[in-house]
């Protein structure tokens, strides 16, 4: 079982369970890898984790659109806005995609979430130390101020 959450993800693995009476024979790519094991639960953590980024970042490649079936749609990191504004010479992120109005009722939809790429940029910023500029004097006040007897 994968468990997503914010920015990690956690595979799950049973001992509940087992494989009895099974025949045939594993290739030997998959007996040198059984052998290669240093435990009987799996992989050690840092193995683990280098492949689960390996394996996040594919699905993240899919594009959105194509992805069809399932019950999970992943889609890629939102794109950080540029530096400067092309006005000129705007240029779409994505391509169009076309749409169907519906004249009947739809079937039932069979995905259950969006998972989106985690952020791989960083920002930095620095306090801003310059003096605010003084409040505006109010005219109206001093002039009202005047009558005043």
Do not use: C
């Amino acid at each position: 079982m994968v468990s997503y959450g914010p920015g990690t993800s956690v595979t799950n693995y049973s001992p509940r369970f087992s494989l009895v009476q099974m025949t045939g024979t594993f290739s030997d790519r998959v007996k040198n890898g059984l052998q290669s094991l240093s435990s009987e639960t799996g992989a050690s953590e840092e193995n683990h984790a280098q492949l689960e980024k390996r394996q996040n970042a594919g699905m993240f490649t899919v594009p959105y659109q194509d992805q069809l079936t399932g019950l999970t749609k992943y889609a890629p990191m939102a794109k950080q806005p540029g530096t400067t504004i092309t006005a000129k010479n705007p240029k779409r992120q994505f391509p169009t995609s076309s749409y169907s109005i519906a004249t009947t009722y739809l079937p039932i939809p069979t995905v259950q979430t969006t998972i989106t790429a985690s952020q791989t940029f960083s920002v930095s910023s620095i306090e801003n130390t310059a003096t605010p500029a003084p409040q505006p004097s109010n005219d109206m006040k001093r002039f009202l101020k005047r009558w005043a007897d």
